[in-house]
T-cell receptor, first 114, second 113 residues
Framework: DTAVSQTPKYLVTQMGNDKSIKCEQN?????MYWYKQDSKKFLKIMFS???????INETVPNRFSPKSPDKAHLNLHINSLELGDSAVYFC?????????????FGDGTRLSIL | GENVEQHPSTLSVQEGDSAVIKCTYS??????FPWYKQELGKRPQLIID?????GEKKDQRIAVTLNKTAKHFSLHITETQPEDSAVYFC????????????FGTGTRLLVSP
């Protein structure tokens, strides 16, 4: 009955590889987000999709490409992984039509680049 | 764009004491201010939020105050317990149709028994 679920929970890989993280929400929300939390615990938004349409794209390297096949799923693909990509990546979702509604976070994916 | 500053970065209190965490924001159009608690290795979880049409909101031992003129808001935890130990984040957004939450840098709260 997990509301926002991410897979995998842990991802350890070599520099230069390509990897994907998947996110699914069963809350019926229209908007989904990807956040990056670095080693200092700073949480920063990367992308947001509303009903499969990209609405927020912060200054993220174009090695990161989000994909939303439907409004319940938002995946993150990362090409040519670098050491600085090591972080915890959180997916979140919220309703769209009702502004100022809480965002619900997934459990996070801890990405470690060797 | 919005900038949110949060203080202190760490806060140590004795069980039963009160704890106060303060945040300031820069965008006067921001109108939604949530607070998240993140335990070690866990997801951020919303504990309370306030919208710009109210000045204070309380939920049991937790309260949040908002001063729109000064552009700052604060989290107050009374009768702290060891299980309150976590990192707390404030955030702000305009909330116009979709949310772009800008988070503060976090406060590590340690409650000693």
């Amino acid at each position: 009955d997990t509301a926002v679920s991410q897979t995998p929970k842990y991802l350890v890989t070599q520099m230069g590889n390509d990897k994907s993280i998947k996110c699914e929400q069963n809350l019926g929300h229209d908007t989904m987000y990807w956040y990056k939390q670095d080693s200092k615990k700073f949480l920063k938004i990367m992308f947001s999709y509303n009903n499969k349409e990209l609405i927020i794209n912060e200054t993220v390297p174009n090695r990161f490409s989000p994909k939303s096949p439907d409004k319940a799923h938002l995946n993150l693909h990362i090409n040519s992984l670098e050491l600085g990509d090591s972080a915890v990546y959180f997916c979140a979702s919220s309703p769209f039509r009702s502004a100022n509604q809480p965002q619900h976070f997934g459990d996070g994916t801890r990405l470690s680049i060797l | 764009g919005e900038n949110v500053e949060q203080h202190p970065s760490t806060l140590s209190v004795q069980e039963g004491d009160s704890a106060v965490i303060k945040c300031t924001y820069s965008d006067s159009a921001s109108n939604y201010f949530p607070w998240y608690k993140q335990e070690l290795g866990k997801r951020p979880q919303l504990i309370i939020d306030i919208r710009s049409n109210v000045g204070e909101k309380k939920d049991q031992r937790i309260a949040v105050t908002l001063n729109k003129t000064a552009k700052h808001f604060s989290l107050h935890i009374t009768e702290t317990q060891p299980e309150d130990s976590a990192v707390y984040f404030c955030a702000a957004s305009r909330g116009t149709g979709f949310q772009k939450l800008v988070f503060g840098t976090g406060t590590r709260l340690l409650v000693s028994p």
